[in-house]
């Protein structure tokens, strides 16, 4: 079975903070997301990485950031948290092949006060 | 541009009623896959199926089953005989892996139907 990892499930920050959301995935996967959840909203796709070193914006990327060192580690930079921010994130990593599942980690809770 | 609609919110059931979940897409390519995916409360999302283009079969699996109509572009999912741990969010979702790039292999999301299902 797929494992994706995510660090926190709940991570309470203040404003100003830099955030960091780190995930990791077992299966060998070449291609990681970020997502943020907010109600009414459904998942909406923040950045994205289909190699080490290489990453694509999604949807939202304003005031985010990502890192891929690693094949198996995906991390979510928040460089200057805001109130806005405040949300459920979601990883997901999926294999190299078109029209494969994207496999999800249990999400962190992020509030910033 | 790809569109997923699942037009019911929220659905509220008794135990042991059917329940069909509606999902709608909209895409230009001939070749696509469609997603189910089922959120509990404790937040993480499961897979639950995926359907290819040009399978248009419908499946079951126990209580679950997918139909799925290119003619209308939905794919529906229906849960005969509910019951209370079938209560979750519930997300459609499109994959274009024709689309060239880097981004073929995001999913398109609908914005997900909250199921109760109440005891």
């Known amino acids: 079975d797929v494992k994706v990892t995510q660090s926190s499930r709940y991570l309470v920050k203040r404003t100003g903070e830099k955030v960091f959301l780190e995930c990791v995935q077992d299966m060998d996967h070449e291609n990681m997301f970020w997502y943020r959840q907010d109600p009414g909203l459904g998942l909406r796709l923040i950045y994205f990485?289909?190699?080490?070193?290489?990453?694509e914006k999604g949807d939202i990327p304003e005031g985010y950031s990502v890192s891929r060192e690693k094949k198996e580690r995906f991390s979510l930079i928040l460089e200057s948290a805001s109130t806005n921010q405040t949300s459920m994130y979601l990883c997901?990593?999926?294999?190299?092949?078109?029209?494969?599942?994207?496999?999800f980690g249990d999400g962190t809770r992020l509030s910033i006060l | 541009a790809q569109k997923v609609t699942q037009a019911q919110t929220e659905i509220s059931v008794v135990e042991k009623e059917d329940v069909t979940l509606d999902c709608v897409y909209e895409t230009r390519d001939t070749t696509y896959y469609l997603f189910w995916y089922k959120q509990p409360p404790s937040g993480e999302l499961v897979f639950l199926i995926r359907r290819n283009s040009f399978d248009e079969q419908n499946e079951i699996s126990g209580r679950y089953s997918w139909n799925f109509q290119k003619s209308t572009s939905s794919f529906n999912f229906t849960i005969t005989a509910s019951q209370v741990v079938d209560s979750a969010v519930y997300f459609c979702a499109l994959s274009d892996p024709t689309y060239s790039g880097a981004g073929s292999y995001q999913l398109t999301f609908g914005k997900g139907t909250k199921l109760s299902v109440i005891p």
């Open positions: 990485s289909y190699d080490v070193k290489m990453k």
């Open positions: 997901a990593s999926t294999a190299g092949q078109g029209g494969q599942p994207q496999h």
